[in-house]
């Protein structure tokens, strides 16, 4: 195992994240570290910070579907976890905080300064860690702690005379004075692994829960002698340090996390119409976070939600509950209320000047030039659609080359698919493309040609031609339709 110091700190350090917990309040089938926040598992948060701090080694003790999580990390590390060894222990039974760290123990070399995280604290930011770290400087031991005006079942700070740090006591376990301090024990902490191994070993359970307490080990390091250091946040940054539990507080870190994307975005000049209605989210099944580019004058009404890597240019105004994930979109565009722009991997591209929606569909692979017009209810799929070409009502685009300045009209459609293979459809540029047609792809509507309204074409057309395909309209006088038997 590689020894070297890393970039961050004077030691080599090992990150230990906690993540064997079930989560039965969250009454859920999966593992509580799996519940997802902003779109992706509350344990990828966890070890994308920890990556952030470049550690030479993170270790994660699973327990409680401990496949799945083990899976669901190795499947993330690549991009999480960039050229770094990620390591796992089995926490069976779960009995405590301390008897998970004990199962690390094997995997921890002495010389490395150990911080231990928990994979259902998602929000704790990189600079705070470091703040706990460079107190630790792998001499003692160092704390995360807040001061809260409601310290409800959490673990008080104990100081001495001297306000230095003594114990930390659980709320089952404290007294009724003990309950009246305000100051709390986040978890998280950090110390030399080589003085983490000896006081893991001392821990007990004569306490209320029967269980190993980490936090037994401030303690343990005050009796030894060893330093113990508070890193203490105020309680507005209580977001930091907040642990899920249960359905309702995932819901309220949820929109912490939000209004932190709101404030960002609108410090750097985006104009969110409400912040409060509005979700930048990771793409479905992605490791890593959404991330929303914002030029100039940007504007985005209310319900957005982003996800994925959304690039909004200079001047683009996104209108009421649009759904845009991995996609582009040009200077001075529209995107209309109510329309879904979904890449997924192959992306969309929007050009400029264009005007997209209300209900419009952009599927992957649609590429848009610029002063292009997709109305209601059209869908666009793997085609593109070159300067200044409109389809304005009801249609489908899928496998399509389209040139400038076509009109697609209403109830036209590309028949794409012929049970086996997908076909693609070209239109030349200037042509026109009446109401209510199919195009049966493979076939090319040559340039300036024009296509009735009604049309069924499976045939090549020439340039400056028109295609028309319709039966000859029969009139049946004095028809009467068939009445219901009585």
């Known amino acids: 195992m590689a020894t070297a110091p890393s970039s961050d700190f004077s030691s080599p350090l090992s990150v230990v994240v906690l993540a064997a917990g079930k989560g039965t309040r969250m009454h859920s089938r999966h593992s509580k570290v799996l519940q997802k926040l902003a779109g992706r598992p509350l344990l990828f948060h966890v070890l994308e910070t920890a990556a952030a701090l470049h550690p030479e080694q993170v270790i994660a003790i699973t327990g409680h579907e401990a496949a799945q999580v083990q899976g669901r990390v190795q499947e993330a590390a690549p991009t999480l976890l960039p050229a770094m060894p990620v390591h796992f222990a089995l926490q069976e039974p779960q009995n405590g905080t301390g008897h998970a760290v004990q199962q690390a123990v094997p995997l921890l070399p002495d010389e490395h300064t150990v911080l231990v995280l928990f994979g259902d604290v998602p929000l704790v930011q990189a600079d705070t860690l470091r703040q706990v770290l460079h107190a630790c400087h792998n001499q003692c031991l160092s704390l995360l702690t807040i001061h809260l005006d409601d310290p409800f079942g959490y673990g008080r700070i104990v100081r001495d005379g001297q306000g230095q740090v003594e114990a930390i006591v659980e709320q089952k376990d404290a007294s009724e004075a003990q309950r009246q301090i305000r100051e709390i024990n986040s978890g998280i902490m950090a110390m030399p692994a080589r003085l983490l191994k000896p006081w893991l070993q001392r821990l007990d359970n004569h306490n209320a829960q029967g269980e190993l307490y980490l936090t037994d080990l401030i303690a343990l390091a005050r009796a030894d002698g060893v330093a113990v250091q508070a890193h203490c946040l105020n309680a507005s940054e209580e977001w930091q340090v907040a642990g899920i539990n249960t359905p309702t507080q995932l819901a309220a870190l949820e929109r912490q ?230």
């Open 257 to 486: 996390y939000q209004h932190l994307q709101a404030q960002r975005l609108m410090q750097a000049g985006v104009r969110l119409a409400d912040p409060a209605r509005f979700d930048l989210r990771s793409a479905p099944q992605a490791a890593q976070a959404g991330q929303l580019q914002c030029g100039k004058d940007v504007e985005i009404d209310v319900g957005c939600i982003f996800s994925g890597t959304v690039e909004l240019a200079d001047g683009v105004r996104i209108g009421a509950y649009c759904h845009i994930s991995n996609a582009r979109i040009g200077a001075d565009s529209v995107i209309h209320p109510y329309s879904h722009i979904d890449g997924e991997k192959a992306g969309v591209t929007v050009g400029e000047d264009a005007l997209i929606g209300p209900f419009a569909r952009l599927r992957p692979g649609a590429q848009l030039g610029n002063a292009v017009h997709i109305g209601n209810f059209v869908e666009v799929k793997n085609s593109q659609m070159a300067d200044g070409s409109k389809a304005n009502h009801l249609a489908y685009l899928g496998d399509a080359s389209v040139g400038e300045r076509v009109n697609y009209g209403a109830g036209s459609i590309t028949a794409n698919y012929d049970g086996a293979n997908k076909h693609r459809t070209v239109i030349e540029a200037d042509a026109h493309i009446g109401s209510n047609c199919v195009l049966v792809a493979p076939v090319t509507i040559g340039a300036g040609g024009t296509v009735g309204a009604g049309s069924t074409v499976s045939r090549d057309t020439a340039p400056q031609s028109l295609t028309v395909t319709r039966a000859k309209a029969i009139s049946v006088a004095h028809w009467q339709r068939p009445a219901k038997k009585p």
